[in-house]
């Protein structure tokens, strides 16, 4: 049997992504480590990943412990350190947003990045950079925040948040080809807007728990 770790840093993503992978394959084992202390800790020391890396570091090697044949970062603020550990373990670590990354790149030249967390906006521009330059490819990054809309959704406001995230992102869409949405936990809001505009944004969840599955194969 197929077993994933995933590494949350909220609650938010447990669920969704979880069902997600049993759509996928319902036979598939989900191990989820949750640690709802890491973002708080980036908001408040200007997104400085190294405060938490040697945290991560750890629930990696806890997942390859318990036998996790692909472990994934369900969260974009700590993706890089996935892309360092990755050469230290023999199973595959992936991050989430790698895949959403890589089809942004792929189709346009004007990428707006949107997230309701500022720790997410570098890491997430970052990202798409260096899928860019796999590709020697020039590609202009324009970014929105919602910061307002993260307040709404650990107020415990799925509905509010996915409003104001909207309004966001249709501000956004103006300006680029396509919007990427940096946080898996932001991916519900793209349903509220008119079905002929939602093919201009991608979200992580669906694209990252793809490219994992395929990795496995």
């Known amino acids: 049997m197929v077993k994933i770790a995933l590494i949350h840093t909220t609650p938010v993503t447990v669920n969704s992504l979880n069902e997600l992978l ?12 949750v640690d709802d202390s890491i973002l708080p800790e980036l908001i408040n020391n200007q997104a400085d990943i190294s405060l938490v890396e040697e945290r991560v570091k750890y629930y990696i090697q806890v997942a390859a412990d318990q036998g ?3 472990i994934m970062s369900a969260c974009s603020s700590i993706g890089e350190i996935f892309d360092r550990e990755n050469e230290n373990y023999k199973q595959p670590l992936l991050r989430i947003d790698s895949a959403m990354a890589e089809k942004a790149v792929k189709n346009a030249e004007k990428i707006g990045v949107a997230a309701t967390l500022a720790t997410t906006l ?16 020039e590609v202009e990054i324009k970014t929105a925040l919602a910061d307002s809309a993260y307040q709404k959704l650990m107020e415990g ?4 948040h996915d409003r104001l995230l909207a309004e966001k992102l249709k501000e956004l869409a103006v300006e680029v ?6 946080q898996a936990s932001m991916a519900r809001a793209v349903s509220i807007l008119p079905a002929e505009e939602q093919n201009k ?4 969840p669906e694209l990252g728990i793809q490219k994992a599955l395929e990795s496995l194969k």
Do not use: G, M, W, Y
């Open 177 to 182: 080809e396509v919007v990427v949405l940096a």
């Open 68 to 70: 996790a044949d692909l």
């Open 157 to 160: 406001s799925q509905a509010e």
């Open 122 to 137: 570098k890491p997430s521009t970052e990202l798409i950079k260096k899928k860019a330059a796999a590709r020697n490819k």
């Open 201 to 204: 944004f991608l979200t992580s």
């Open 22 to 33: 049993k759509e996928k394959d319902p036979e598939i084992e989900i191990i989820n480590i």
